[in-house]
């Protein structure tokens, strides 16, 4: 009796478009391509779901912040759902944030927008910020508060209460290992 094939149409279309959208670009001061994170970020998702239009959204999660696709691009090409999650993960949708003085004010906005979505929306933002989380811990590991200067914004305490910030509104993520992983990367960086 043949196994069926997993449909992974939609997930394989948005890997290719992630890989083209960040093709030769560097992750800040790491030294490999980009698309690693996405691509960590969408492994983090599927350690909770196996939802193909979730995995989707956290391999495009950053092509509408760092490149130049449009948020109507990801829509006509993966769907409305698809595209309202990484509407959630995009900080540049909001002009009058933009800019380095406006750090604060577009963390905040991204914390009130996190807490305020859907459990599916919450997947692929933890997805995304245990990456970011599991790099911060990796180089402060290695680099001590050196760490902070490859940042626009250098001081550690923003960072310390964004991150707190963040577990708060993904508190109800707490029943995944995804999260409890998250937790104690932030006790273990920012104590």
């Not at 698309?35 to 959204?57: F, K």
């Amino acid at each position: 009796m043949p196994n069926n094939p997993l449909d992974t149409e939609l997930l394989d279309r948005a890997i290719i478009y992630a890989v083209r959208a960040h093709a030769g670009t560097e992750r800040r001061g790491k030294g490999f391509p980009y698309i690693v994170h996405p691509l960590e970020a969408m492994e983090i998702v599927s350690t909770m779901t196996s939802d193909q239009e979730l995995l989707a959204a956290a391999a495009l999660h950053d092509v509408v912040e760092d490149t130049d696709v449009t948020l109507e691009q990801i829509r006509d090409e993966f769907g409305k759902r698809v595209a309202d999650i990484v509407a959630l993960e995009s900080n540049n949708l909001e002009p009058e944030l933009l800019g380095d003085d406006k750090w604060h004010a577009r963390r905040q906005s991204a914390l009130d927008r996190i807490a305020q979505a859907s459990r599916d929306a919450k997947i692929v933002a933890l997805g995304d910020k245990l990456s970011n989380m599991r790099a911060i811990a990796r180089d402060f590991a290695v680099k001590g508060n050196a760490l902070w200067d490859i940042f626009h914004t250098k001081n550690v305490k923003d960072y310390e209460w964004y991150y707190k910030g963040l577990a708060q509104s993904l508190k109800d993520l707490q029943d995944t290992f995804a999260y409890r992983e998250f937790i104690q990367l932030i006790k273990q960086v920012f104590g």
